[in-house]
């Protein structure tokens, strides 16, 4: 039967994609046989693979799913070392453990089991396609399914079609603000969502949400960071209530909106030296997406606007910690001279 490959960087997808398989090939738990597969001291895969051929005297043919749960072999972090050469004669034609594996593995693709679903489940890490093993799957034309995070307006349809499943409404706002509380991330999505459907109401305000659905820190951080640069002061003021009731002190905040106001910086002074999206990607180290949104979010300032904001934000840092001012209103006072004072500057020219 099928041979399927599952992996990827959004572990709640990888998990609902393999239980959805395994109930669109009526395989019940009964039938099914996990076996842990990360460990290479631990694990072997010729005995795992004669799992699939074992048929009980009662099943009456019925499906069966034999799941390699995180197989070290498709992992780009595992290393296999050469055995150490002894003084003991090998046969020349003696295969090391490796393509042993390997030879065993397609023997079993050439002539899968009858009844029996075999999955490489990789709940943990994404699949290495360089690995010889992820190659042999896809010679023989194995499922490879690849969960990736989702781009922004995936998640939204996403989102959309899973509270449509439970005749979930929100207005426009509760909707973006259920989007910045999870912030793309399905598992935090799917927790929103169990204490929206125990809320009872099938149609929520952003009041609602608000009261439902946690944020988490740093995502909130992101948020201030994002409205800071487009001079949205009540969304700044917001995410920065938001932090105080998560129990980040000032000072924290100072520094995770300098660290965020540095990496737009660095991102604005390349491109304005002419440097693409890509190359700025690879010279930062960094993802390319998150390059892209930084250039769209500073796209109304100058590299020089944020150095000069990196510096003024420095010196509010080193008031709080030498105790002038006030670190509260020392910082207060930042943000609103640094929004509402461009908006100004803007509207006098």
């Known amino acids: 039967m099928s041979v399927y490959l599952i992996s990827g960087k ?39 693979l004669m799992q699939c051929y074992g ?22 972090s595992q290393r296999e070392t050469k055995p150490k050469k002894t003084a003991a004669k090998k046969k020349k034609d003696q295969p090391d453990e490796k393509d042993h594996r390997n030879d065993i593995l397609e023997q079993y693709l050439r002539s899968p089991g009858s009844n029996t679903h075999l999955f490489f489940y990789c709940a943990d890490f994404e699949a290495d396609s360089r690995r010889k093993e992820y190659k042999l799957l896809a010679a023989y034309n194995a499922q490879i399914l690849k969960m990736d995070k989702m781009k922004s307006w995936e998640f939204a349809n996403y989102a959309d079609r899973k509270l449509n499943e439970h005749g979930i409404s929100m207005n426009r706002d509760a909707k973006e603000e259920l989007m910045r509380r999870v912030n ?36 909130n951080v992101f948020y201030m960071s994002n409205a800071f640069v487009k001079h949205d002061l009540a969304g700044v003021l917001q995410a920065k209530e938001d932090m105080l009731r998560a129990g980040y002190d000032i000072t924290a905040m100072v520094a995770m909106l300098g660290t965020r106001l540095r990496a737009f910086y660095l991102t604005k002074q390349l491109y304005e030296e002419g440097l693409s999206p890509s190359q700025i990607t690879t010279r930062l180290h960094a993802n390319e997406y998150a390059i892209k949104m930084n250039i769209e979010n500073t796209a109304g300032l100058r590299a020089s606007d944020l150095l000069r904001y990196l510096n003024e934000l420095a010196e509010v840092d080193q008031n709080i910690k030498a105790g002038i001012n006030g670190g509260a209103d020392s910082f207060d006072t930042f943000l609103l001279r640094s929004t509402q004072g461009y908006a100004g500057n803007q509207r006098a020219l």
């Open 10 to 48: 959004d572990g709640y997808r990888i998990r609902e994609c393999l239980q959805s398989l395994l109930r669109q090939n009526g395989i019940e738990k009964e039938n099914t046989v996990i076996i842990d597969a990360s460990s290479a001291k631990n694990f072997d895969l010729e005995g795992a």
């Open 55 to 76: 048929n009980s005297l009662f099943d009456d043919g019925q499906a069966k799913a034999v799941i390699l749960q995180n197989p070290f072999f498709l992992s780009a």
């Open 184 to 219: 793309g991330d399905t598992s935090l999505f799917h927790k929103a969502l169990e204490k929206i459907l125990l809320y009872g109401s099938k149609s929520l305000t952003r009041e609602d949400i608000r009261g439902l659905v946690s944020l988490n820190p740093e995502v």
